[in-house]
């Protein structure tokens, strides 16, 4: 069984950081993708940041470019999103997700930026 723990949440004032993490079991990391969404309040969840299955190429959200980097542990099969010069734009509930010919997602994990 797919399983994710996600941890790193909390309040930051703007221009903070934080570093997100999702630690993964049940499946083989390594041949998958990896990737964080996110979701405010009264919005729909939008994709931040992928990574591939070696951490050789990542993809982010336009919104996050310069700000944000995602990475991964293979061997601790644990993927990361740090989140830094944080806006209160920034402020949603984060997602790790997994798709292996279905979807599979963390439980989120709350992030408020504000001052």
């Known amino acids: 069984q797919v399983q994710f723990v996600e941890s790193g949440g909390g309040l930051v004032q703007p221009g903070g950081s934080l570093r997100l993490s999702c630690a993964a079991s049940g499946f083989t990391f390594h041949y998958y993708v990896m990737k964080w969404y996110r979701q405010a309040p009264g919005k729909e969840r939008e994709l931040v940041a992928g990574?591939?299955?070696?951490?050789?190429?990542?993809t982010y959200a336009e919104s996050v470019k310069g700000r944000f980097a995602i990475s991964r542990d293979n061997r601790r099969k644990t993927v990361y999103l740090q989140m830094n010069n944080l806006k209160p734009e920034d402020t949603a509930v984060y997602y790790c997700y997994l798709n292996a010919d279905h979807d599979y997602w963390g439980q989120g994990t709350q992030v408020t930026v504000s001052s």
């Open positions: 990574v591939t299955s070696d951490g050789g190429r990542k």
